[in-house]
């Protein structure tokens, strides 16, 4: 439906396309309330008989106003409110968190800490992909992945749990390091995780990759071309997915991702099938970073040198990292004082969520469920 | 580029760093041109934030920010421009399709009015709700009573 | 074999459950022409060739019976109710169910009830004293012997021309073929 | 008098058992309606069991262990389920069509549980044997999305309304595929020395035996091609997963019945597992010999027989095994007194049954609806397979795959076996003409 070399004109995204002959437009209200809408979202269909003529969004159901929060909090206080927003990967939040206020400090966390930071963040990636795949797969109808999915995040979150002593909203990193050293056998228990996962990820593929249903439902459902995903801000996997190998892990690496080799994975396509191949693929490369990350893991302490009360110079700083779901971004502004003078968050579910109807125009009601699960949105993370 | 910007457009245009980080405060009458040159000359062809700031105590209130990126450069910038409070600006949908929700997410939390958005209404906050509560001037624990009454029948939503 | 006569069924054909299902289509015919909202008038019409179906069954046709069942009940009126659920249901209740035409379709019905009588008097002798014993068994293999011998030419006519709808139907709902 | 009336009762009972005709044939009132109970018994306890066994199974692919609290390896779950439901409050939409929102569940029942006249468990073992046996089963089961339309009509809601029309469109459309696929297991049932062939439900089971073949292996891969597309019709016509779109639950929540509570849900649920069974009874019938027993070419003679007739007493007396086995393995904690009482309790139970049918006058009559029964639960079992395995098909994909893929199929299966069943006749006027 897209012609992949048009310009921004053809996004007319606010006139929906008229029903065919006299049929009368359908309007379903898919949602706040919905089993596939992962969460509090609500969709607004136009239908001819089941074809989507247009969509609507309307969010803002779990709006906590966590950017209104972090103006009225110390810089250490606002720390576990950023693990609030995309709660499925609050490691990734709190990473991206912790390093914008360190470059504001122009402190470093020391080389233990990164890598540690690594292990975890990536874990948490794949405990994300994890979720995703499972209720993806659960809102095409395959049951089965969910559990399967779900039986290996538990050793994810375990060694969370172990570590911190959290498993979902973890708290993890602190500003400038680590609050704690790694508890004994850390190191063996990641590496037994690896090598209990890495079959995992073939027993995923096994049940989807080359299941004709699956295929037949992914393939050429909610394509979205490198132009449009470009123009949309759309990152993350559905970017890849779509051809631009950009990652900000190899972009603008942070942390220390340059020490670590491995690829990006892309596909051609941009339809939920090759998106699917892509978080897939990720998953991979993300158990060969952390295999590299617990073998180098460096000696030493895992706190820098930071102030009790911190106190950043005044300035203003936008860091963003790699989650799960695309480029999360933060934007602080100091004052000079205790608290910050503005916090703002761009979250890459609510970018990545203004696509949803560009994907779905054309497409029938069943793929509307299918695209929301390949965007892998959160909704705590779109409202914040 | 920002030399060359400098030199085409003069005092309007003031660029900065912080931190290794480049941005630069534009007019207001500039924006709109600006940014069309940033996409269509210099590709910063990935508007990655639109947000705003806002300084009650300065005349200019609110610090309208752009992050913006190019692929091709792998390069980040920030465009920023001063506004009054009650000001409008031009809105950058016709450059990036993805400015839409990211101009109504900052008029719905600051009320920055954006000229020709295809659908200039709040996001996040429902329809109806009175004030904009990442002002400064909008207490932490403040929410628009009335609505809470009228819509959620209760009495208050703390 | 060994079945006690006393405990037999009484043949199901009697004038009871004729008069009873007869009495059925009447009201269901009746009630789908008045009917307001269509998908009661399209559930009546289901009724009426369900109790059709058992007056069939009654005449020791199976096979028809189960065709009718299978065809109308199941398929047609399905596809019926399938157009009528789409419509939009609140307007076409407030028009009026009967309009200008009932003169000429009252003079239509009474001009056809006045054959059925006529028939019914003048032609007396043709309606045979008793009925047919009709043996059940090979009742469905004697309409097939029927379709595909002597009436296999009309039987193949009338496929032909129901392929004729089908494209004609197709023709006119594809926006482009 | 009252000793005359049981004399003639043990008459008739005896009667009845040395009888070679079904109840409905013989034109015997009391056990036609004995039967009819018998059907209607058996039918709810198979859904009470099936609805266990698809959560266990379906539990056990997914590594967790399904229900365990009520009942020993919660086999009270359905029964507690039953209760559960029949307690709810029925709600019904204040905008919904009353009397068609109130019709639609019975109408779905009663298409579901009719068909079940004619389904034959053996030679004599069924209510009664139409001359249209499958035609009538074919069109009272095609009765039932006359519910679903309207149940997803009177909702007066959106999504039941979708799913009405789904499940309409595809129901309608696969009964094409699945009729073609039918008339070809028909055809076959004529190869025989009269020429003419059947559509009584034991008439086509009883040609598979004269003819010594189950239909599909007749003409391989003819019969079997047939068969597949019955088999894949059939999980589209009870709107199973993978063609569950009618109440695809991600997607219109709950499909047609999203708006039912309560007991009229659960008859919803009833309906849904009684038209499996009936549909697969369909397919075990045209296809897979009906009641009779596997291997009576491989495995023939007396001896065969004995042994095959034993095994429905065997295989209750293994079950009691395995409740003994569970009960013994069980904590040894009061706690668990009552369960381990119950599922030894159970095992007695079914002992018994394995042991009176090993009796001979009764294993006699009761292998065929053993043989009949363990046929169908092996399609139960693919169901939930399917269920366990595949994701769910888009509506347009569903539509593409009955008139594109099975539909032609289907009439060239069709006209492969009539040429196949003409063949001798064909070559006979080449050779000899």
Same mark, same amino acid.
């Given at each position: 439906m897209t012609d992949s070399n048009s310009s921004l004109s053809h996004l007319d995204l606010e006139t929906p396309e008229k029903p065919f002959l006299d049929a009368n437009e359908l309007v379903i209200n898919m949602g706040p309330q919905h089993p596939a809408t992962h969460g509090v979202l609500r969709v607004i269909l136009?239908?001819?008989?089941?074809?989507?003529?247009?969509?609507? @969004?309307?969010?803002?159901?779990?709006?906590?106003?966590?950017?209104?929060i972090g103006e009225h909090r110390t810089y250490t206080m606002f720390n576990p409110y950023v693990d609030r927003m995309d709660y499925v990967a609050a490691v990734s939040n709190g990473l991206g968190y912790c390093e914008t206020v360190e470059k504001l400090l122009h402190v470093e966390a020391p080389p233990r800490a990164q890598y540690v930071r690594v292990i975890l963040a990536e874990l948490n990636r794949l405990a994300s992909h994890q979720l995703w795949l499972g209720t993806h797969a659960l809102d095409i109808g395959a049951i089965t992945p969910l559990f399967y999915t779900f039986r290996d995040r538990e050793e994810i979150l375990k060694i969370y749990e172990k570590y911190c002593g959290a498993r979902l909203t973890t708290h993890a990193f602190r500003i400038g390091g680590l609050q704690y050293e790694t508890y004994n056998g850390f190191e063996r228990e990641v590496k037994n995780f690896l090598s209990f996962f890495r079959p995992k990820i073939d027993e995923y593929e096994e049940l989807l990759t080359t299941n004709r249903i699956w295929v037949e439902r992914t393939k050429n459902v909610g394509i979205i071309s490198a132009k449009d995903c470009i123009a949309l801000g759309v990152t993350g996997p559905v970017l890849r997915a779509s051809g631009v190998k950009w990652d900000l892990r190899k972009a603008q690496p942070y942390a220390n991702y340059k020490n670590f080799d491995f690829d990006i994975p892309t596909c051609q396509n941009g339809d939920t099938y090759d998106r699917y191949l892509v978080r897939m693929a990720e998953m991979r490369q993300s158990v060969r970073i952390i295999e590299q990350a617990v073998e180098g893991l460096p000696e030493g302490p895992v706190m820098?040198?930071?102030?009790?009360?911190m106190k950043p110079p005044a300035g203003e700083i936008y860091h963003s990292i790699e989650a799960p779901k695309g480029e999360l971004g933060y934007f602080i502004?100091?004052?000079?004082?205790?608290?910050?003078?503005?916090?703002?968050?761009?979250?890459?579910?609510?970018?990545?969520?203004?696509?949803?109807?560009?994907? @779905?125009?054309?497409?029938?009601?069943?793929?509307?469920?299918?695209?929301?699960g390949t965007l892998d949105i959160v909704l705590g993370e779109v409202d914040r | 580029m920002i030399a060359k910007f400098k030199s085409t457009y003069g005092s309007g245009i003031e660029p900065l760093t912080y931190a290794g980080q480049n941005y630069m405060v534009v007019d207001r009458s500039l924006i709109p041109e600006i940014l069309q040159a940033m996409r269509n000359e210099e590709q910063f062809d990935y508007c990655v934030d639109i947000t705003a700031v806002h300084y009650p105590k300065r005349e200019k209130q609110f610090d309208v920010v752009w992050v913006l990126y190019s692929f091709s450069?792998?390069?980040?910038?920030?465009?920023?421009?001063?506004?009054?409070?009650?000001? #409008?600006?031009? #809105? #950058?949908?016709?450059?990036w399709a993805a400015a839409n929700w990211l101009e109504r997410e900052v008029f719905d939390m600051f009320g920055i009015k954006f000229d020709e958005h295809p659908d200039m209404k709040r996001i996040l906050l429902p329809e109806g709700w009175k004030g904009h509560p990442l002002r400064k001037d909008y207490g932490i624990l403040q929410q628009d009573n009335e609505w809470v009454q009228i819509n959620l029948g209760i009495e208050s939503g703390q | 074999m060994a079945v006690d006569t006393a405990f037999n069924m009484a043949p199901v054909a009697t004038p009871f459950f004729f008069y009873m299902l007869s009495g059925i289509m009447l009201i269901g015919g009746i009630l789908v022409i008045t009917r307001k909202n269509p998908v009661h008038s399209a559930l009546a019409l289901i009724t009426v060739l369900l109790a059709q179906a058992a007056i069939y069954l009654m005449l020791y046709a199976p096979f028809v019976a189960g065709v009718q069942i299978i065809l109308y009940a199941g398929g047609i009126m399905v596809l019926f109710l399938f157009v009528i659920m789409l419509v939009n249901?609140?307007?076409?209740?407030?028009?009026?169910?009967?309009?200008?035409?009932?003169?000429?379709?009252?003079?239509?019905?009474?001009?056809?009830?006045?054959?059925?009588?006529?028939?019914?008097?003048?032609?007396g002798n043709i309606f045979p004293e008793h009925a047919l014993s009709v043996i059940e068994n090979d009742n469905t293999q004697k309409v097939a012997t029927m379709l595909y011998g002597q009436y296999m030419f009309a039987f193949e006519i009338a496929s032909l021309l129901l392929l004729v709808a089908i494209i004609g139907a197709v023709v006119m709902a594809k926006k482009r073929i | 008098m009252g000793h005359e009336l049981m004399g003639q009762l043990v008459q008739y009972i005896q009667s009845y058992l040395s009888s070679d005709q079904t109840p409905g044939a013989a034109g015997n009132m009391f056990w036609v309606l004995v039967y009819i109970l018998a059907v209607f018994v058996g039918l709810s306890i198979a859904v009470i069991a099936m609805n266990w066994l698809e959560r266990k199974i379906l539990a056990h692919m997914q590594v967790r262990l399904g229900p365990m609290r009520v009942g020993p390896h919660g086999l009270l779950q359905p029964i507690a389920d039953a209760i559960k439901l029949l307690l709810k409050e029925d709600i019904i939409p204040a905008e919904a069509d009353v009397a068609i929102f109130w019709m639609a569940p019975f109408m779905v029942v009663l298409a579901a549980f009719t068909v079940f006249i004619v389904v034959p468990f053996g030679p004599t073992h069924a209510v009664t044997d139409m001359n249209i046996g499958i035609l009538f089963m074919l069109g009272v089961s095609s009765l039932s999305v006359l519910g679903i339309v309207m149940a997803g009509w009177a909702s007066n809601s959106h999504y039941p309304l979708i799913g009405a029309l789904r499940s309409s469109a595809q129901m309608v459309s696969y009964e094409v595929a699945m009729g073609l696929a039918v008339v070809s297991a028909i055809v076959m049932t004529s190869l025989n020395a009269s020429g003419t062939g059947t559509l009584s439900m034991i008439g086509i089971v009883q040609a598979q035996q004269e003819q010594g073949?189950?239909?599909?292996?007749?003409?391989?891969?003819?019969?079997?091609? /047939?068969?597949?597309?019955? /088999?894949?019709?059939?999980? /589209?016509?009870?709107?199973?997963?993978?063609?569950?779109?009618?109440? /695809?639950e991600s997607e219109l929540t709950a499909g047609f019945h999203t708006e039912y509570s309560g007991f009229r849900w659960s008859l919803f649920f009833l309906a849904e597992y009684s038209a499996m069974i009936a549909v697969s009874s369909i397919a075990v019938t045209l296809w897979l010999g009906g009641w009779l027993r596997p291997f009576p070419n491989l495995l023939s003679g007396s001896t065969w027989d004995l042994i095959f007739s034993l095994f429905p007493g065997v295989t209750f007396l293994f079950l009691a095994a395995m409740c003994f086995f569970n009960a013994v393995r069980m904590p040894k904690h009061p706690f668990f007194r009552i369960q381990t009482i119950g599922l030894a309790g159970f095992g007695v139970v079914l002992g018994l049954i394995g042991l009176v049918m090993l009796v001979p006058a009764v294993r006699i009559r009761v292998q065929d609806i053993f043989w009949f029964a363990a046929k169908v639960a092996a399609f139960m079992y693919l169901y939930i397979w399917y269920r366990g395995t595949f994701p769910r098909y888009r509506f347009d994909q569903l539509m593409q795959m009955g008139w594109k893929v099975l539909l032609p199929m289907g009439l060239g299966v069709l006209i492969l076996t009539a040429t196949a069943g003409l063949w001798p006749l064909i070559q006979h006027s080449i050779w000899h003409p």
């Open positions: 136009r239908l001819d008989g089941e074809k989507v003529l247009g969509l609507e @969004c309307v969010i803002g159901y779990l709006h906590r106003g966590v950017e209104k820098a040198k930071v102030p009790k009360v502004v100091s004052d000079g004082s205790t608290q910050p003078y503005r916090v703002r968050v761009r979250p890459p579910s609510f970018v990545n969520l203004q696509a949803l109807d560009l994907m @779905c125009r054309g497409q029938l009601v069943a793929d509307v469920i299918a695209v929301i | 450069r792998n390069e980040r910038i920030r465009v920023k421009a001063q506004i009054f409070d009650g000001e #409008s600006i031009l #809105s #950058s949908v016709p450059i | 249901i609140d307007r076409a209740a407030k028009e009026r169910t009967f309009n200008s035409q009932w003169l000429v379709g009252s003079v239509a019905a009474i001009a056809l009830g006045g054959l059925f009588v006529a028939v019914y008097v003048k032609g | 073949v189950w239909f599909i292996f007749k003409f391989f891969p003819l019969g079997l091609i /047939a068969f597949f597309i019955f /088999a894949v019709a059939m999980v /589209a016509e009870t709107n199973r997963a993978p063609f569950d779109l009618a109440e /695809a």
